[in-house]
T-cell receptor, first 115, second 113 residues
Framework: EAQVTQNPRYLITVTGKKLTVTCSQN?????MSWYRQDPGLGLRQIYY???????DKGDVPEGYKVSRKEKRNFPLILESPSPNQTSLYFC??????????????FGPGTRLTVT | GENVEQHPSTLSVQEGDSAVIKCTYS??????FPWYKQELGKRPQLIID?????GEKKDQRIAVTLNKTAKHFSLHITETQPEDSAVYFC????????????FGSGTRLSIRP
């Protein structure tokens, strides 16, 4: 089954304790992204990747790191989490539809609470 | 920086009536405009998209229109049904950069029985 998976789905942690949220896709998509979703703010892109070892900042990259060592995986790293990073996080992968745009598949989301 | 403004933030319509959600984008180079639907507690899913070389696109009860000169695009849902209740997000990006995408803030659509 084609899918994007994220782990963990729920996480409660404390300020300053490093954490990693994993994302994996089995569709051989080149493009992957991380978003955070906050009430009233919609989806804001954190980082994106066009291919292995190619990443770039989105709109809200501060406090986050990513890596893309393999095509299927795109982990999100919070080196020193702070309460303002409490949010719902989505990973997504996408492919270009020939001649008509691209389609993004989202993972199930990770709800992170930083106390 | 680039942004996408979406209105209204909430919308309530009678079942069977039409719903319209509007978005405005700032990046003139944007040429691809997808719309996503997010049901409560679920992930966003693409429902329709349009490229800038097309003024309108329709898929059954949903349609999207684009006015590139005014940098406006809209989602139209006709004959609304209870299962249309969800949050809808518009987005804008450059087709040449499939990963960099700006989303609107979302519209919560409620369908009254």
């Amino acid at each position: 089954e084609a899918q994007v998976t994220q782990n963990p789905r729920y996480l409660i942690t404390v300020t300053g304790k490093k954490l990693t949220v994993t994302c994996s896709q089995n569709m051989n998509h080149e493009y992957m992204s991380w978003y955070r979703q906050d009430p009233g703010l919609g989806l804001r892109q954190i980082y994106y990747s066009m291919n292995v070892e190619v990443t770039d900042k989105g709109d809200v990259p501060e406090g986050y790191k990513v890596s893309r060592k393999e095509k299927r995986n795109f982990p999100l790293i919070l080196e020193s989490p702070s309460p303002n990073q409490t949010s719902l996080y989505f990973c997504a992968s996408s492919f270009t539809k020939q001649g008509s745009g691209y389609e993004q598949y989202f993972g199930p989301g990770t709800r992170l609470t930083v106390t | 920086g680039e942004n996408v403004e979406q209105h209204p933030s909430t919308l309530s319509v009678q079942e069977g009536d039409s719903a319209v959600i509007k978005c405005t984008y700032s990046d003139s180079a944007s040429n691809y405009f997808p719309w996503y639907k997010q049901e409560l507690g679920k992930r966003p899913q693409l429902i329709i998209d349009i490229r800038s070389n097309v003024g309108e696109k329709k898929d059954q009860r949903i349609a999207v229109t684009l006015n590139k000169t005014a940098k406006h695009f809209s989602l139209h849902i006709t004959e609304t049904q209870p299962e249309d209740s969800a949050v809808y997000f518009c987005a804008a990006s450059r087709y040449s950069s499939a990963s960099k995408i700006i989303f609107g803030s979302g519209t919560r659509l409620s369908i009254r029985p």
